[in-house]
Nanobody, 114 residues
Framework: QGQLVESGGGLVQAGGSLGLSCAAS????????MAWYRQAPGNRRELVAR???????YYADSVKGRFTISRDNGKNTIYLQMNSLKPEDTAVYFC????????WGQGTQVTVSS
């Protein structure tokens, strides 16, 4: 059974940086496209960034130029480096594995204070 575990969330002031990690187990990681989503209170879960199994990346317009997604296939881990954070980036961030099956992590809270 696949499992994704996020880490690295926390509280940061506007303009600051945070790095998230998502460690995968029980899945064929190299064959999965991986993604970060986020969900703020009262909002729908939205795609933040995606990295394909070949390393191509996609970013939501709201984070383009500020966030960077990457993956380490040797460690079965993806990362999200978040710079120039804004209060509107406050949300629970979820990791997702996309292949024949879909897996979600439990989420990690990111809070950006103004």
């Amino acid at each position: 059974q696949g499992q994704l575990v996020e880490s690295g969330g926390g509280l940061v002031q506007a303009g600051g940086s945070l790095g998230l990690s998502c460690a995968a187990s029980g899945i064929a990681f190299i064959y999965n496209d991986m993604a970060w989503y986020r969900q703020a209170p009262g909002n729908r879960r939205e795609l933040v960034a995606r990295i394909t199994r070949r390393g191509s990346t996609y970013y939501a317009d709201s984070v383009k130029g500020r966030f960077t997604i990457s993956r380490d296939n040797g460690k079965n881990t993806i990362y999200l480096q978040m710079n120039s954070l804004k209060p509107e980036d406050t949300a629970v961030y979820f990791c997702k594995a996309e292949s024949i099956k879909t897996y979600w992590g439990q989420g990690t809270q990111v809070t950006v204070s103004s």
